[in-house]
């Protein structure tokens, strides 16, 4: 069942399990926020349990691309489009957030991206591959992200 976020109401409900609940709530509502201004999109997640089709995306592209495969347990997934961008989102108990933007009509603009909650360590699989820049957000505290550009085509994904 899909839940649309409230970046004013900021609500850790589906993150409970996390050590950064509160931080990835924040992180969580930041993107509801900047899909709301940008693009006047409500942003919505699902248990990641009710979205293996969203998880098989993302991991697939992280595992082709980078040779990637996280050990954290994903807790919730978005999926959806917004003009001409395919969007996909994994949210991690960790405190992990990884996004996938691929334009549908552009090559050279699409990329996945990595974000790290306030308090938590880089995960394993990209600390010696990633370096990480820090942005200061009123809804997440400190983010630090980092990105890769994807190389290969995967439009006939889910």
Same mark, same amino acid.
């Given at each position: @069942?899909?839940?649309?976020?409230?970046?004013?109401?900021? %609500?850790?409900?589906?993150?409970?399990? =996390?050590?950064?609940?509160?931080?990835?709530?924040?992180?969580?509502?930041?993107?509801?926020?900047?899909? @709301?201004?940008?693009?006047?999109?409500?942003?919505?997640?699902?248990?990641?349990?009710? =979205?293996?089709?969203?998880?098989?995306?993302?991991?697939?592209?992280?595992?082709?691309?980078?040779?990637?495969?996280?050990?954290?347990? /994903?807790?919730?997934? %978005?999926?959806?489009?917004?003009?001409?961008?395919?969007?996909?989102?994994?949210?991690?108990?960790?405190?992990?957030?990884?996004?996938v933007m691929y334009t549908?009509?552009? /090559?050279?603009?699409?990329?996945?991206?990595?974000? *790290?909650?306030?308090? @938590?360590?880089? /995960?394993?699989?990209?600390?010696?591959?990633?370096?990480?820049?820090?942005?200061?957000?009123?809804?997440?505290?400190?983010?630090?992200? =980092?990105?890769?550009?994807?190389?290969?085509?995967? *439009?006939?994904? /889910?």
């Open positions: @069942m899909s839940s649309v976020i409230d970046f004013k109401n900021v %609500s850790k409900v589906g993150l409970e399990t =996390s050590p950064v609940a509160e931080a990835l709530a924040g992180l969580r509502a930041n993107e509801a926020r900047y899909f @709301m201004n940008k693009y006047k999109h409500e942003f919505s997640v699902v248990p990641a349990s009710e =979205s293996q089709d969203t998880l098989d995306y993302v991991n697939r592209i992280l595992k082709d691309e980078r040779a990637i495969e996280f050990a954290a347990r /994903p807790l919730e997934t %978005s999926r959806f489009q917004v003009e001409n961008i395919d969007w996909a989102y994994v949210f991690y108990e960790d405190g992990l957030e990884v996004n549908l009509d552009d /090559p050279k603009r699409r990329a996945v991206g990595f974000k *790290l909650s306030e308090g @938590m360590e880089v /995960p394993k699989e990209l600390e010696t591959k990633f370096k990480f820049a820090r942005q200061k957000s009123k809804l997440a505290g400190t983010i630090r992200g =980092s990105f890769f550009v994807i190389k290969g085509s995967y *439009l006939s994904l /889910p």
